[in-house]
């Protein structure tokens, strides 16, 4: 059985183009020999309600990997992104791949 990987896309930065960028993640998970559970869409409003949806899932399902267009849909500055992603490794032991590597 695949290891299962979420997506993680903030609609505030998808500009329009979200089925398109969903579709991109579905394909990169299976390149990587991953089962594209679902992606979980931060609103517009971006509180956050998403992300910590997802890192419950994680935890729920036993799945250890999220994958996101860019670093930028964690965060647009290194701090806060480096928070979220050490979140994610602490408390799912998730890791994080991107469409931009």
């Known amino acids: 059985m695949q290891a299962l ?3 993680y896309l903030r609609d505030d930065l998808a500009d ?3 089925d398109e960028l969903e579709d991109a993640l579905r394909t990169l998970a299976h390149t990587a020999g991953l089962c594209f559970a679902a992606t979980f869409h ?3 409003a971006g509180d956050g309600a998403a992300f910590a949806e997802l890192t419950q899932e994680l935890k729920r399902a036993d799945a250890h990997h ?5 670093l930028d849909h964690l965060a647009g ?3 806060p992104r480096d ?3 050490a979140k994610l490794a602490h408390e799912a032991s998730a ?3 991107t469409l931009d590597h």
């Not at 999220?66 to 860019?70: A, R």
């Open 5 to 7: 990987i979420y997506g």
């Open 16 to 18: 329009g183009h979200g």
């Open 42 to 44: 931060e609103s517009t």
């Open 66 to 70: 999220v994958v996101v267009p860019s």
């Open 77 to 79: 500055q290194t701090i």
């Open 83 to 85: 928070l979220l992603i």
């Open 95 to 97: 890791q994080v791949l």
